[in-house]
């Protein structure tokens, strides 16, 4: 019966590793692979993400099954980074409407969600485009359909008049998808007073909102990044929020993340809950834990988060530079808008590149990006950003 499966595109990025590993030449340079890099083009595991595996190896008294909600300690320890700690609003439970659980990535928890949003009864979900491409994989094969609309405007900002109309056109039985912060793969994300007008409009439709946290900390600081979630939370009754730790923890093989649930009051969770368990049985059994128990182990101890906080403050600093530099660099390369980059946020950019440009960057300076135009703004640095530069210039002229 195999013999009639047929063989399946391979995945672009994939072929762009490839190519830029065979690559000789020494000057050479990705932007393709979305990992976040240092100024040496390395991708470290966090010194805090060590201490804590340490600390791990030396308290872990046993790897016994967890169950399909995975390490709670780790679930909520997360909580008051993402959701707040403030008790006028109820601190990170909001009273304790929100409960959550582990998932392999932040990938299982967008995959999770969407399963239980349609055991819910949802049919559509609404979705700004472009996006995560495995954001509609997810769907087809979950035979969600899609209904997409333009995420962002050709200057380079968030498309509110889209996002808006998507809301209020909406019917019972939708569910909007919506990134929290750090947009992938266009780094622009909403302005709070946008957030502001998401919320109001979400709170007056029939909508489920779900929110892919995928970046956190990664934009402005952690307090920052989290004013949608926390603004839409605000106003909702009920809202999925699907999160990972793979960039802003360095998880990425591990694969780190957790989806949380808001219901309309505590005494709601438990049937909400015992679905997600259900769901994840099915898919899953339950999650790795190593990761997470990692993460939890720096979270717990004071002088760990501290140098978590640290080395995260020191990768978003540094992508601010790249980011700065770029846009400086505007009126040296017309038409590509490269000024609006300094307002995104993020790892990535999408850059308005013909094929026949991007093909030139990478056959005549080694410069290598995904088809889309989209650039990992990580993959550069003071060493390598003049050679972007010129090179942008060269083929855009």
Same mark, same amino acid.
């Given at each position: 019966?195999?013999?009639?499966? #047929?063989?399946?595109?391979?995945?672009?990025?994939?072929?762009?590793?490839?190519?830029?590993?065979?690559?000789?030449?020494?000057?050479?340079?990705?932007?393709?692979?979305?990992?976040?890099?240092?100024?040496?083009?390395?991708?470290?595991?966090?010194?805090?993400?060590?201490?804590?595996?340490?600390?791990?190896?030396?308290?872990?008294?046993?790897?016994?099954?967890?169950?399909?909600?995975?390490?709670?300690? *780790?679930?909520?320890?997360?909580?008051?980074?993402?959701?707040? $700690?403030?008790?006028?609003?109820?601190?990170?439970?909001?009273?304790?409407?929100?409960?959550?659980?582990? #998932?392999?990535?932040? #990938?299982?928890?967008?995959?999770?969600?969407?399963?239980?949003?349609?055991?819910?009864?949802?049919?559509?979900?609404?979705?700004? #485009?472009?996006?995560?491409?495995?954001?509609?994989? !997810?769907?087809?094969?979950?035979?969600?359909?899609?209904?997409?609309?333009?995420?962002?405007?050709?200057?380079?900002?968030?498309? !509110?008049?889209?996002?808006? $109309?998507? +809301?209020?056109?909406?019917?019972?039985?939708?569910?909007?998808?919506? %990134?929290?912060?750090?947009?992938?793969?266009?780094?622009?994300?909403?302005? %709070?007073?946008?957030?502001?007008?998401?919320?109001?409009?979400?709170?007056?439709?029939?909508?489920?909102?779900?929110?892919?946290?995928?970046?956190?900390?990664?934009?402005?600081?952690?307090?920052?990044?989290?004013?949608? @979630?926390?603004?839409?939370?605000?106003?909702?009754?009920?809202?999925?929020?699907?999160?990972?730790?793979?960039?802003?923890?360095?998880?990425?093989?591990?694969?780190?993340?957790?989806?949380?649930?808001?219901?309309?009051?505590?005494?709601?969770?438990?049937?909400?809950?015992?679905?997600?368990?259900?769901?994840?049985?099915? $898919?899953?059994?339950?999650?790795?834990?190593?990761?997470?128990?990692?993460?939890?182990?720096?979270?717990?101890?004071?002088?760990?988060?501290?140098?978590?906080?640290?080395?995260?403050?020191?990768?978003?600093?540094?992508?601010?530079?790249?980011?700065?530099?770029?846009?400086?660099?505007?009126?040296? @390369?017309?038409?590509?808008?490269?000024?609006?980059?300094?307002?995104?946020?993020?790892?990535?950019?999408?850059?308005?590149?013909?094929?026949?440009? !991007?093909?030139?960057?990478?056959?005549? %300076?080694?410069?290598?990006?995904?088809?889309?135009?989209? +650039?990992?703004?990580?993959?550069?640095?003071?060493?390598?950003?003049?050679? *972007?530069?010129?090179?942008?210039?060269?083929?855009?002229?």
């Amino acid at each position: 019966m195999l013999d009639r499966l #047929t063989a399946q595109a391979p995945d672009a990025l994939l072929a762009l590793i490839k190519m830029y590993a065979a690559d000789d030449r020494a000057d050479k340079i990705d932007l393709g692979v979305g990992v976040y890099r240092t100024n040496e083009g390395a991708t470290p595991v966090f010194k805090a993400i060590k201490a804590g595996e340490q600390a791990l190896i030396d308290e872990q008294q046993s790897k016994s099954y967890l169950g399909p909600e995975g390490d709670l300690g *780790f679930v909520h320890a997360l909580m008051p980074y993402i959701f707040g $700690s403030d008790p006028a609003t109820g601190g990170p439970t909001m009273d304790g409407r929100i409960e959550g659980m582990q #998932t392999p990535g932040g #990938t299982g928890a967008v995959r999770l969600a969407a399963a239980v949003a349609k055991a819910a009864g949802v049919t559509r979900i609404h979705m700004g #485009t472009p996006s995560w491409p495995n954001h509609a994989q !997810i769907l087809s094969d979950l035979d969600l359909e899609l209904v997409g609309f333009g995420h962002a405007t050709p200057e380079g900002a968030a498309n !509110i008049k889209a996002v808006l $109309s998507a +809301i209020r056109d909406a019917r019972d039985g939708d569910a909007v998808l919506l %990134h929290g912060c750090c947009h992938n793969p266009t780094g622009v994300d909403y302005t %709070h007073e946008e957030w502001d007008q998401i919320a109001a409009a979400l709170a007056d439709s029939p909508v489920l909102a779900i929110l892919d946290v995928a970046y956190h900390g990664l934009g402005h600081g952690l307090e920052e990044d989290a004013y949608g @979630v926390r603004r839409v939370l605000g106003a909702l009754d009920e809202a999925l929020v699907a999160y990972s730790c793979d960039k802003n923890f360095g998880m990425y093989r591990d694969r780190v993340g957790a989806l949380y649930v808001l219901a309309k009051d505590a005494g709601a969770l438990d049937p909400i809950l015992s679905n997600l368990n259900a769901l994840a049985r099915a $898919s899953w059994s339950m999650p790795p834990d190593h990761g997470g128990a990692a993460v939890r182990m720096v979270l717990e101890d004071e002088g760990r988060t501290q140098m978590w906080l640290d080395e995260l403050e020191d990768m978003r600093s540094r992508m601010r530079r790249v980011r700065e530099r770029l846009a400086a660099a505007d009126n040296e @390369v017309p038409g590509l808008n490269l000024a609006a980059l300094a307002d995104q946020n993020g790892l990535f950019a999408m850059l308005p590149l013909s094929k026949e440009q !991007i093909a030139a960057l990478r056959d005549d %300076h080694a410069i290598y990006m995904a088809g889309s135009g989209r +650039i990992n703004i990580a993959g550069l640095h003071a060493g390598n950003t003049d050679k *972007f530069i010129a090179a942008l210039k060269a083929v855009a002229a």
